[in-house]
Structures are given as structure tokens and as C-alpha cells.
Nanobody
């Protein structure tokens, strides 16, 4: 079992920045690829970015240059740095973990409201 706890969501100004955190526990963190997803009201959950245990990253085109995913394997934490925030960022942000063909895990999400 892997437990994931997201945090960092909260009030933010349009054009500002926000950093999300996902703390993992339960297994060897570096064995897992980690990813961030988001789900806006009335929409399906959407992939944003992922990072391998070794640090390779991938993003959806719409966040390139504005969002950065990173991880600290010593702290069992993955981050999502979000810059130049627009109203479109409003969603619940979820952290996911997966290793090979095994089942993946989800956190419970952290809310990012519409930037004011």
C-alpha cells in the first residue's frame, strides 16, 4: 500500500504562483513514477505532469513553461510548482503513484480555487 497526501492548495492571485505537495508513505518512494492530475467541476480527471523515479518528466502542452513537477526521494515528496496562474487552474489536484504493472494509488486531492 502507498498512502498519498496532497497539500498546498489555497487562495491565490491571478498571475501568481502556487506550490502543491504530495507526501508519500508505505513503500520505497523511488520505485514509483509519480504524477499530478486535476479535475475541474463537471469535467473528467485530466493528466498534468509526471515524473519517473529517476527524474524524467512529461507534461501536457497547456502547462509547458508554467508548471514544473519535481520530487525529493529523500523526503518522499513530489511537488507541482504552478506559475502565472489563470482561472483555468481551478480544480481539485490529485497526486498519483504507480510502479510497473502494479495497481496505482491516488491521494484525496487538494483544492485550488479560481485565482482572484
Amino acid at each position: 500500500q502507498v498512502q498519498l497526501v496532497e497539500s498546498g492548495g489555497g487562495l491565490v492571485q491571478a498571475g501568481g504562483s502556487l506550490r502543491l505537495f504530495c507526501a508519500a508513505s508505505g513503500r520505497t518512494f523511488s520505485d514509483y513514477g509519480m504524477a499530478w492530475f486535476r479535475q475541474a467541476p463537471g469535467k473528467e480527471r485530466e493528466f498534468i505532469a509526471c515524473i519517473s523515479g529517476g527524474g524524467s518528466t512529461a507534461y501536457i502542452n497547456s502547462v509547458l513553461g508554467r508548471f514544473t513537477i519535481s520530487r525529493d526521494n529523500a523526503k518522499n515528496t513530489v511537488y507541482l510548482q504552478m506559475n502565472n496562474l489563470s482561472p483555468h487552474v481551478a480544480a481539485v489536484y490529485y497526486c498519483g503513484a504507480k510502479s510497473g504493472s502494479a495497481d496505482g494509488y491516488w491521494g484525496h486531492g487538494t483544492q485550488v480555487p479560481v485565482p482572484t
